[in-house]
């Protein structure tokens, strides 16, 4: 017999990873109020990828470079503690790239430093994705944002050393 009040849904051994995600996401919003405290050396929450309009009624969606300019910044920390990087990122990320991530020893990234300016590319025939290149000092790195559907959250699909387009010669 169930003796608690707790909702079915959200028993913690039934969570899925987006719910952990959001989870994630209201205690750092909580922790920007200084309801909770995080050492000084942790970077600030993300802010959220999606905010509501002045009225209220509709959401906007960010931009993939906005939002891939934000992931640059929280994946170039590496000396960020393992669990802290992770779910800083973890908003941004689709299910895939998660599941990859989750495994990402930050000390091992090998750059620490975004330059500004990044530049985006989109294919015509797939508006749905996006490639914003940095540089860092470590050389190019590339993000692949992608969408589900129009006015859905740009997410990262791939945060890896950007290599140049291979061009084809006949």
Same mark, same amino acid.
């Given at each position: 017999?169930?003796?608690?009040?707790?909702? @079915?849904?959200?028993?913690? @051994?039934?969570?899925?990873?987006?719910?952990?995600?959001?989870?994630?996401?209201?205690?750092?919003?909580?922790?920007?109020?200084?309801?909770?405290?995080?050492?000084?050396?942790?970077?600030?929450?993300?802010?959220?990828?999606?905010?509501?309009?002045?009225?209220?009624?509709?959401?906007?969606? @960010?931009?993939?470079?906005?939002?891939?300019?934000?992931?640059?910044?929280?994946?170039?920390?590496?000396?960020?503690?393992?669990?802290?990087?992770?779910?800083?990122?973890?908003?941004?990320?689709?299910?895939?790239?998660?599941?990859?991530?989750?495994?990402?020893?930050?000390?091992?990234?090998?750059?620490?430093?975004?330059?500004?300016?990044?530049?985006?590319?989109?294919?015509?025939?797939?508006?749905?994705?996006?490639?914003?290149?940095?540089?860092?000092?470590?050389?190019?790195?590339?993000?692949?944002?992608?969408?589900?559907?129009?006015?859905?959250?740009?997410?990262?699909?791939?945060?890896?050393?950007?290599?140049?387009?291979?061009?084809?010669?006949?």
């Amino acid at each position: 017999m169930n003796t608690t009040n707790t909702p @079915e849904g959200l028993k913690p @051994e039934r969570l899925t990873m987006w719910q952990l995600a959001t989870l994630g996401v209201c205690a750092l919003t909580l922790t920007g109020c200084g309801l909770f405290s995080a050492p000084a050396d942790d970077a600030a929450p993300p802010s959220e990828s999606v905010s509501a309009s002045a009225s209220g009624t509709a959401a906007v969606v @960010e931009a993939p470079k906005d939002v891939a300019i934000k992931v640059m910044n929280l994946f170039a920390r590496p000396n960020t503690p393992e669990r802290r990087w992770f779910i800083d990122l973890l908003p941004y990320l689709t299910e895939e790239y998660a599941d990859q991530a989750q495994y990402t020893d930050p000390a091992r990234v090998p750059f620490n430093k975004v330059k500004a300016n990044p530049t985006t590319s989109q294919d015509e025939h797939n508006p749905q994705m996006v490639i914003v290149r940095f540089g860092t000092n470590d050389g190019p790195w590339q993000v692949v944002m992608v969408q589900d559907h129009d006015g859905e959250p740009w997410l990262v699909q791939a945060i890896e050393p950007d290599q140049p387009v291979p061009t084809f010669t006949p």
